[in-house]
């Protein structure tokens, strides 16, 4: 894609525009899981599962697929502190297995702060505005802890065990 929404490293190298563009990707991605996710809800609910059971299952499986496209689409250029020679390694493997439960464990935590936020602010401002600032609330953390913790870039793994060599008074 080229224009506003561009994958890849800012390439004007103009960091605020980098970071709107990153935005409009996140909040991209998580309009086409949320769709996902409601279509997996009627779909289910319609087959007679309990809503509560086919929301949750359909929660489960967008979380997926918004970690694949927030892996290649909005955060896919933090694999570039990542030599080439080392892409297809274990250590990235690994890397990307760490990302996987850490993005779960994000998703997770934005669901809990969205259902508390709901339960709070349901009873005075009814389920409309009360589920909008429960999505808000929780697309808020997932957003930060993404974007400084999940997806943050790695050092390379050969620049973590070169040794720092000191200069001899020689």
Do not use: H
């Not at 489960?60 to 496209?69: C, T």
């Not at 020679?85 to 439960?101: A, C, D, F, H, M």
């Amino acid at each position: 894609m080229t224009g506003l929404i561009q994958r890849g490293p800012d390439r004007r190298g103009a960091k605020a525009g980098g970071e709107l563009r990153r935005k409009l990707r996140f909040l991209l991605v998580g309009g086409v899981c949320f769709c996902l996710q409601y279509v997996l809800l009627r779909g289910l609910s319609g087959a007679g599962l309990a809503r509560p059971l086919g929301n949750g299952l359909g929660f489960a499986a967008s979380a997926q697929a918004n970690f694949l496209l927030s892996s290649r689409f909005t955060w896919g250029d933090r694999a570039a502190g990542v030599p080439e020679i080392w892409r297809e390694s274990r250590v990235v493997s690994k890397l990307n297995g760490n990302r996987w439960v850490s993005y779960n464990t994000t998703a997770a935590t934005a669901l809990v702060v969205n259902t508390l936020v709901f339960a709070v602010a349901d009873p005075l401002a009814g389920a409309l505005l009360a589920a909008l600032a429960g999505v808000t609330a929780g697309t808020v953390v997932t957003y930060l802890v993404c974007d400084r913790l999940v997806f943050a870039t790695e050092p390379a793994p050969a620049a973590r065990r070169e040794p720092v060599l000191q200069e001899s008074g020689r």
